[in-house]
DNA sequence: TGACCTGGATTGTCTGACAATCATACAATC
DNA sequence: GATTGTATGATTGTCAGACAATCCAGGTCA
């Protein structure tokens, strides 16, 4: 299982910084070293590798940039790193790749309909109180601002209410990516306020029925009216998303 | 905005190898250095920088780890990174994180039935040739594990006639989250291969009829179906999906 | 032209050192 | 007793210089 074609098997001598990395992030990985606890001293992974210091940095480097430890003064301490990170560094590929609002678009109106039936199924009254409460938040906002923050938040709170991880990520993605640009939309749309109450409240009935059907159909509806929305704001659906740098 | 309450800014002095990392990064997500430029020797960073060569290479092994150089030989070249390696990166994430087989099956059910939808609008010619191709190839497939193989790639193929990066990212994270267990749901089926044959067959007779409505609504009685698998396979739902190690 | 060889360039690793910073414990002050 | 100053050791960030292994390019030879 392993010698390539016609003969020895390729040596692959792998640098000794990514061994230390390696054994580092199986420790961590494997539970050895866990949440909270900081890594070895740098001498002391010296002796315990058998390298130099130097070889020991740049491992740890590379620990470093993995997102599995952070340093916390001095110590580097390990950490899970939370959910936000995994869909910012989602996002962050995306934007990296010339994604355009138009993709951003279609996989919301992909996803979120389909997210918002789950929701249905899964709602539990603490989520209903949630939701009443954004919507009643945004009837009302006065400014623009809020009008944006607050669709967007209610957006997220139906993927919280699947419980659903993976849901979670994936939407919070999205958020990132859509963020810059839907304050163009809202602008330029008539009534935006009352147009987004109408669908929040549809869907808040729906969810309170567990009527799935409703809830994904209002949620489409309520995803294609926005996206018109970007018709009218005159906004070039196939301009990129740019790269953005809030850490 | 920036001094936490009652006081001074803290004077935070971000060590020189931050720096490296930080600059490099900007002159590649700029532009300034494109993909498959190579960067600079790490003596011409010293220069560069006016740093010692070990802190020149603590830099560099940050970039290395963010993915935005490989080594090709021995030097470094720039690469903008594949929508795979972000895929990869979110599972990872996500697997990290104590997902369960549920969630990752919930998730699908959600985003792909939509995915479906939007594929039956977006779709091209070549790509029904495709979608086809792997159907008939299923057909005559024999063991398991090309069955299971196809399924996926099935799937992977519809998110990709959609076109959408964000998608195909989205579900190749899925995909790659799913595959580990798949097997097993497949052969406990009875007829796997004809109950997943019939599903595309459906599916691909929506997508040529550019009827979106069938589409998602056999896509997601399809993966219903093989949700059912999970039960008849007696697969605990609820365990995590392990951190997995394909680099 | 193509296979082969050689020397310089570049990386991976080591050795040793020093200043700055952090963690503490202890002493001095109010 | 609580707060503040100070001494001490541990740890990190950075520097300086060195050497072997490997890669690359250009030249040589068939």
Redesign the interface.
């Known amino acids: 299982m392993s010698a390539s074609g016609n003969g020895l098997a390729p040596v692959k001598k792998r640098p000794a910084?990514l061994l230390v990395f390696g054994a580092l992030e199986d420790a961590i990985?494997s539970g050895r070293l866990s949440e909270g606890e900081s890594i070895p001293t740098e001498m002391e992974l010296c002796r315990q590798f058998d390298v130099q210091r130097?070889t020991v940095?740049?491992?740890i480097?590379?620990l470093?940039?993995?997102g599995l430890v952070v340093r916390h003064g001095k110590r580097l301490t390990v950490v899970?790193?939370k959910?936000e990170?995994?869909a910012e560094?989602?996002s962050r590929?995306?934007a990296?790749?010339?994604?355009r609002f138009i993709?951003?678009w279609?996989?919301n109106?992909?996803?979120l309909?389909?997210?918002a039936?789950?929701a249905a199924r899964k709602i539990k009254s603490a989520d209903r109180k949630r939701l009443a409460a954004i919507t009643a938040e945004l009837s009302e906002a006065g400014e623009t601002e809020a009008t944006v923050a607050l669709s967007i938040e209610y957006l997220m709170a139906i993927a919280e209410v699947?419980g659903?991880?993976?849901?979670g990520?994936?939407v919070h993605?999205?958020k990132l990516?859509l963020e810059s640009s839907l304050q163009q939309v809202v602008e330029a749309l008539p009534n935006p306020r009352d147009r987004i109450l109408r669908a929040q409240t549809e869907i808040n009935t729906a969810l309170q029925a567990g009527d799935a059907d409703q809830a994904q159909a209002w949620m489409a509806r309520h995803l294609e009216d926005l996206r018109r929305g970007y018709l009218v704001a005159g906004v070039d659906l196939n301009s990129e998303v740019g790269?953005f740098d809030k850490l």
């Not at 990296?96 to 994604?99: A, Q």
């Not at 659903?164 to 849901?167: E, H, K, Y």
């Open positions: 910084y990985l130097s940095r740049e491992g480097r590379l470093e940039q993995s899970r790193p959910t990170e995994a560094s989602t590929g995306l990296r790749h010339g994604v993709d951003v279609e996989a109106i992909a996803i309909p389909g997210t039936r789950l699947t659903n991880r993976v849901l990520v994936m993605s999205l990516l790269t």
